[in-house]
Nanobody, 128 residues
């Protein structure tokens, strides 16, 4: 099993910044480099939306259109942790943010069905 634990959510004013973390662990995580990791978010009454992903081996990153230029995904190889630096936050960024493991790094990274393990989520609330 793989465990993913998000942290770093909270309440922030519009225009502010937050950094989310996702720590990965578990017996089957020894081949971390064969996968990717991603962030999704879900606001009340809306579908879960792709935010960003990173391919572990290459470091290639991908972003949803709504966050390009504002959010940055990164990884820490030593700690098996990924981060989501969120700048210039907007009210519409309010959502529960989930990290997930990308099972097939060569596939469509914005498809939630390509992810097999998910964290429990962390709430981000942006006040206008």
């Amino acid at each position: 099993q793989v465990q993913l634990v998000e942290s770093g959510g909270g309440l922030v004013q519009a225009g502010g910044s937050l950094r989310l973390s996702c720590a990965a662990s578990g017996r089957t995580f020894s081949s971390f480099s064969n996968y990717g990791m991603g962030w999704f978010r879900q606001a009340p009454g809306k579908e879960r939306e792709f935010v960003a992903s990173i391919i572990w081996r290459s470091g290639n990153t991908y972003y949803g259109d709504s966050v390009k230029g504002r959010f940055t995904i990164s990884r820490d190889n030593g700690d098996n942790t990924i981060y989501l630096q969120m700048n210039s936050l907007k009210f519409e960024d309010t959502a529960v943010y989930y990290c997930a493991r990308l099972r097939f790094p060569s596939g469509p990274v914005n498809n939630r069905n390509a992810y097999d393990y998910w964290g429990q989520g962390t709430q981000v609330t942006v006040s206008s």
